[in-house]
């Protein structure tokens, strides 16, 4: 699945760009799959204290450096959400993280841009920018990591179980 760019012809076929015609109904049905995929990836609720062992003794992962982020976003989603919600946005990180390999030199573009996509799927209003701001990052680079995270979940979902 090839990812069609904001200022593309929309893949509907109506000659607007993409960003004036159906790039809100595509990002909302992204966020409604990611909702209803959550009951598939279910995990016993877990406390805070958890998450450390829920990372790193029983996820498996390619590379060290990724439970280390995993780590630091647990550290960083601690006061704004439930551990329920950082255990799901720890999942997608250790899914994406497994099946892509990313590289980075600083681990704040994806915690920036993983804290906004929870932000996204909880309701909890906060912008690329304060992100950014946050961790120190660009807000152009996290919503571009955040948008390589939906794509990558849109393709997951997409695929036949």
């Not at 809100?24 to 995929?37: I, L, M, S, V």
């Amino acid at each position: 699945m090839s990812k069609i760019g904001r200022n593309e012809p929309c893949h509907c076929g109506s000659g607007n760009k993409y960003k004036k015609c159906c790039m809100a109904k595509d990002e909302q049905t992204a966020r409604e799959n990611r909702q209803q995929a959550a009951p598939a990836t279910r995990m016993r609720s877990v406390e805070q204290g958890d998450l450390t062992s829920f990372i790193t003794g029983q996820l498996n992962w390619n590379n060290s450096v990724y439970a280390d982020l995993a780590l630091e976003l647990a550290k960083q989603l601690k006061d704004g959400f439930t551990p329920d919600q950082t255990a799901m946005t720890i999942m997608v990180w250790h899914t994406y993280a497994n099946a892509t390999n990313p590289t980075y030199r600083k681990a704040g573009v994806f915690l920036a841009a993983l804290e906004y996509m929870a932000c996204e799927v909880n309701g909890i209003e906060k912008s690329q920018t304060e992100l950014a701001e946050k961790y120190d990052v660009s807000a152009a680079t996290v919503s571009k990591r955040f948008q390589e995270i939906s794509a990558f979940l849109l393709e997951q979902a997409a695929q036949p179980a």
